[in-house]
């Protein structure tokens, strides 16, 4: 065993993983990366199909966002962002709300996503009882929602392996059941429905809209719950009602915001504007923690005052407005602007999409192959008649992901369904490996 892998598992407590798969399979020490690739401490390469959990938009070691960095390094790394600001945090700033949503106009730093779900559900409670709307004290997620692993962010989410345990220490949230396009208990497919399934959303703020604060959703797409892609009618429709009804509507594009989806921002698909819109993972490339949440003049004023008013949001993490970070999200959407990614990825998409299909057909444990913009998803089901899962215990897709590994790919899947999520410059060959290595592996699993 390399010194290394017997140091990391003496030490290292890894996010995210049963250590006792360790013994197994060991940690995989990676020494570089270049575009889609990453290098390991043994020479092996693997092609980083999920982009580092899905952060990593340009590929690794970029030369022109490493760039930035030297040249930003130069002047100011860090700075107290209380009553003190830098360059690079206030062109960034201006950017954002420049090409987020219209009525998205002030941006809070912070660094992380799940902490950018805290700041949102409490800037959405605290405007409530400043407004004295002192009933608007809870919560509306999704079923299968995943927005963060804080106390917080844990109470709307709605998958047990992430917060089971933490129940009984979590807000007392409305759970709706989301849309499920695969299983579709209405027989319609996204690409054609009305979003009937909205009903069960349009119930709940019926019934209970004065003790609702706000409605958190990831648009498009709910990444942690396998990929579930959705209509934009959904969206639509919870915009609509969420004004009707004077609930706030947060859009978690952690995940799925700068280009996933094929838009810029998932919620442009549904040409819908948020009270709060979470940003995280991709606005940094993938280089260093990051994220913002975004708001409207409306909520930003509410707490606008003298001091003694108390009506100040009081709420800060040290590396608020991290001048790095912010010069690497300022080239990161240069890039974006001059390169024409989103055209890009688009096509990409498609080619990845394509390619999936071929290789799936005939193929009797691939239930649906889903995607949007560069995001393209495998379900894996044990009968595609009944549409029924394999059981967790058996772990189809881990054991699929090990396989994958051999062959040179990081195939990371959720439960049973694996999916492409590559950095954006991704050339044809990559794709056609990345997707040709993916079906070999499945089928290596259930040949075996």
């Known amino acids: ?53 899905w952060t990593n938009t340009l590929g690794h070691s970029n030369k022109r966002i490493n760039e930035a960095i030297k040249k930003q390094i130069d002047s100011i790394e860090h700075v107290i962002f209380a009553n003190f600001s830098n360059k690079p945090a206030i062109e960034l700033a201006e950017k954002l709300v420049n090409i987020t949503p219209d009525k998205l106009t002030k941006v809070f730093f912070s660094d992380n996503g799940s902490s950018a779900v805290e700041i949102a559900l409490k800037m959405s409670f605290h405007y409530n009882m400043q407004k004295g709307n002192t009933k608007k004290k809870r919560f509306v997620a999704l079923s299968d929602a995943y927005h963060g692993e ?15 345990v933490y129940k009984p220490l979590l807000l007392d949230t ?32 019926s019934e209970n809209h004065e003790e609702i604060s706000a409605v958190i959703v990831e648009p498009m797409v709910q990444g942690a719950a396998g990929m579930k892609i959705y209509s934009p009618i959904y969206l639509k429709k919870l915009r609509k009602l969420c004004d009707k009804y004077d609930v706030h509507l947060i859009a978690d594009e952690i995940a799925m915001g700068f280009g996933r989806t094929g838009e810029m921002f998932a919620c442009n698909h549904a040409e819908i504007s948020p009270d709060f819109m979470c940003l995280s993972k991709g606005i940094s490339a993938g280089y260093m923690p990051m994220s913002v949440v975004m708001t409207t003049d409306e909520i930003y004023n509410c707490f606008y005052g003298d001091y003694k008013e108390r009506k100040s949001f009081i709420h800060s993490h040290t590396y608020s407005g991290n001048a790095m970070g912010c010069a690497i999200a300022l080239e990161n959407l240069k890039i974006f602007e001059e390169g024409n990614i989103i055209k890009n990825n688009i096509e990409k998409g498609e080619l990845i999409r394509s390619l999936t299909l071929e290789k799936s057909e005939g193929l009797k444990h691939v239930g649906e192959v889903r995607s949007i913009g560069m995001i393209t998803a495998i379900e894996i089901v044990k009968d595609m008649g009944t549409k029924e899962s394999y059981p967790f215990e058996m772990r189809v897709g881990y054991e699929i992901y090990k396989i994958a590994l051999k062959k040179g790919l990081v195939l990371r899947p959720i439960g049973n369904v694996l999916y492409f999520i590559p950095p954006y410059i991704i050339n044809k060959e990559e794709i056609e490996f990345m997707v040709n290595a993916c079906f070999e592996s499945i089928e290596d699993y259930f040949t075996r």
């Open 1 to 53: 065993m390399n010194s290394y892998v017997e140091k990391d598992l003496k030490y290292i407590w890894h996010p995210c993983s049963q250590m006792k798969d360790y013994e197994d399979l060991n940690p995989i020490v990676i020494e570089r990366g270049e575009g889609v690739w990453l290098y390991d401490i043994d020479g092996n390469r693997y092609l980083d199909c999920i982009s580092s959990w």
């Open 150 to 164: 804080t106390l917080g962010a844990l109470s709307v989410c709605d998958i047990d392996e992430f917060n089971m």
């Open 174 to 205: 409305f759970r709706v059941e989301g849309p499920d396009c695969y299983r579709c208990k209405y027989g319609f497919n996204r690409e054609c429905c009305n979003a009937e399934c909205f009903e069960d959303m349009e119930k709940c703020l």
